[in-house]
């Protein structure tokens, strides 16, 4: 038997791709624009350090890494059917670690990476898998889902003296300095990377009160929230999305949900997912409907981090 290590991951991306569809395609397809737009043409991805194994030029499996913030991210993992149980996962996280030492990485984290596929390990008909990752010395750190309506629900009272418009260069300057004032990097750079006209403003008056990143899988950009498309006619996304701290609990989240939800509609989606959240009480009030999917956050700490 002879178990070759090969690092040109992307010549075998289509062998990676129908393997896991093959396992997960009626639940988490993957497709080869996501392939592309998450894996090959993040700027996060270690393509050279991602490995692709075989056995006997049989494909075995193949992980995916990234680097962000100091942590290294397992962007996808995944080995075939027949070839669990025999110690080719561990021998992938085995070389997980030794790279997270070698960059000096704070810990390392299952998902969730910036140009994600994944916001954890999903929870659904994967047992087994969360039995691995736990025996690997991961612990889980939280929960997040993703909700979807497949109804544009009716309208709620629109607050006085707020109004919502999509965004354009006018604002593109004073979008980014809010953002970059009142919320994380990560969500700046999610909608610095999206197109302006599919970001959603609360203003009151000419000020920006909040702001709701949006895409239809028609278009271009494939947000975070877009990720299941595939199983959709013509799925819409929404997130990141934020209010004004000064303007927070006063109601006008749900009012801005609530009608950014409707306005997908409008134009075509045939339905709206808001994905990676605990809110899931708030969600539901704003119109969504339920939850889709469930995930999980799990990391280790590496190194002298332990």
């Known amino acids: 038997m002879e178990l070759v290590f090969t690092r040109n991951i992307k010549t075998n991306y289509k062998t990676i791709l129908n393997a896991w569809n093959e396992e997960f395609g009626e639940s988490f397809p993957l497709t080869e ?12 991805t270690l393509e050279k350090e991602s490995i692709c194994v075989f056995k006997n ?6 992980i995916f890494f990234k680097l962000y913030d100091d942590n290294l991210y397992i962007s996808f993992i995944h080995v075939v059917r027949d070839e669990r149980f025999k110690g080719y996962g561990k021998l992938l996280i085995e070389e997980g670690e ?19 596929l994944f916001s954890g390990v999903f929870m659904e008909g994967n047992d087994e898998v969360q039995r691995f990752f ?16 497949r109804n544009s629900p009716p309208a709620t009272m629109k607050p006085k003296g707020f109004r919502v418009e999509k965004a354009n260069e006018k604002y593109k300057e004073e979008l980014l300095a809010f953002l970059e004032k009142n919320f994380s990097k990560r969500w700046l750079m999610e909608v610095e990377n999206n197109a302006i006209d599919q970001v959603y403003l609360l203003l009151k008056e000419e000020r920006i009160t909040g702001f709701i990143n949006s895409a239809l899988s028609s278009n271009e950009h494939l947000p975070n929230s877009l990720n299941l498309y595939q199983l959709f006619d013509n799925l819409a996304g929404i997130g990141p999305l934020g209010i004004d701290p000064d303007y927070q609990s006063k109601g006008l989240g749900k009012y801005f949900v609530n009608y950014v939800i409707r306005d997908l509609f ?3 989606a045939s339905e709206v997912m808001v994905d990676w959240t605990g809110l899931v009480d708030f969600y539901l009030k704003c119109g969504f409907e339920e939850v889709f999917k469930t995930y999980v956050i799990y990391s280790k700490k590496v190194g002298m981090n332990k």
């Open 33 to 44: 624009k996501l392939i592309d737009k998450k894996l090959f043409h993040s700027r996060f």
């Open 57 to 62: 030029d049989n494909y075995i499996g193949s």
């Open 98 to 116: 030794k790279l997270a030492n070698k960059l000096n990485a704070n810990k390392i984290i299952l998902g969730s990476d910036p140009d994600c």
């Open 134 to 149: 736990s025996n690997q010395g991961f612990k889980r750190e939280y929960l997040n889902y993703n909700l979807i309506t």
């Open 266 to 268: 409008r134009n075509g």
